[in-house]
C-alpha cells in the first residue's frame, strides 16, 4: 500500500511542477509579446520619419536641380 501512495504522490508533484512552469512560461510569453507590439510600434514611426525625410530630400534635390 506504501508503494502506490508514494506514486501517487509523486505524480501529483510532477503535475504540480509543470503546472507552475506552464504559468511561467505564459507570463514569459505575455511579456515577449508585450516587447514585439512596442519594437513594432516603435519600427513604425520610424518608418513614418524616414518616409517623412524622403519626401523633404526629395523637395531639397528638386529645388536644387531647377
Known amino acids: 500500500m506504501l508503494w502506490p501512495m508514494f506514486a501517487i504522490a509523486l505524480g501529483f508533484l510532477g503535475v504540480a511542477v509543470l503546472a507552475v512552469l506552464a504559468v511561467r512560461v505564459y507570463l514569459e510569453v505575455r511579456r515577449l509579446s508585450s ?8 519600427i513604425t514611426a520610424a518608418s513614418a520619419d524616414l518616409e517623412q525625410a524622403a519626401v523633404d530630400l526629395a523637395r531639397a534635390g528638386h529645388g536644387v536641380r531647377s
Not at 516587447?35 to 516603435?42: F, I, K, P, T, Y
Open 35 to 42: 516587447q514585439v507590439a512596442q519594437a513594432s510600434r516603435r
